[in-house]
């Protein structure tokens, strides 16, 4: 790969240049916010070109996609092992709705890319690629399966419509204000009441602790 003006210290493959570039833009956002960072901003902080960017990215909204799917690859074990500790299929979704809205709020990397200053461009960028919910339906698909054989989850059920209505659950919880204030706890009862009769066959009848 030729050296594009990254000096004495140039990556060595594409995946490295690309990683560079994330971080440079993950300091971007962090330093000026989603809306005000600009690529050249980007080239900048990563000491390059603007055109080297641009070899490697479209634009901002595709820095943005970016940071925000590899923070969610990250974010997939601390989940995985979340949910797989409970000892049903409904408190695992329950359970994994939460711990990921609690997450994105407490994590300074995921909750800039929600604030409502960025919901905008968030909006925008998620609306248009199916890079996240391709990572959201694949995570979720063997713990759909394994509950749709059980009889858990309904039988006709899409397991891609699945993973999306969960996905948007989840982006309406940290993108819009709801009139009403609810404590955890009272999330938690949101989700048992609206969520889980969405998804389930009725044959998990554990009760809510």
């Known amino acids: 790969m030729a050296r ?3 000096g004495a210290e140039a990556p060595e493959d594409q995946e490295s240049a690309r990683t560079r570039l994330l971080d440079a833009a993950e300091s971007c956002f962090q330093r000026f916010g989603v809306m005000k960072t600009t690529v050249e901003d980007v080239a900048n902080e990563a000491r390059v070109s603007r055109a080297t960017v641009y070899r490697y990215f479209d634009g901002r909204d595709a820095l943005v996609l970016g940071v925000l799917l590899r923070e969610a690859q990250r974010f997939l074990g601390k989940l995985e092992k979340r949910i797989t500790a409970q000892p049903s299929f409904t408190k695992s979704l329950v359970e994994g709705v939460l711990f990921t809205v609690e997450v994105v709020r407490s994590d300074t990397h995921l909750a800039m890319l929600f604030a409502p200053e960025a919901a905008g461009v968030t909006g925008s960028v998620v609306g248009a690629s199916d890079a996240l919910f391709a990572t ?14 059980s009889g858990q989850l309904r039988a006709n059920l899409d397991f891609d419509d699945a993973a999306e209505w969960i996905l948007r659950c989840i ?3 940290l993108t819009f204000q709801s009139p009403r204030k609810r404590t955890k706890a009272g999330e938690r009862r949101f989700l048992e009441t609206f969520l889980i009769p969405a998804l389930t ?7 809510p602790a």
């Open 4 to 6: 594009l003006r990254w």
């Open 136 to 149: 959201t339906s694949a995570f979720l698909r063997p713990y759909f399966e394994t509950a749709q054989q």
């Open 171 to 173: 982006l309406s919880l």
């Open 201 to 207: 066959s009725g044959g998990d009848q554990s009760q």
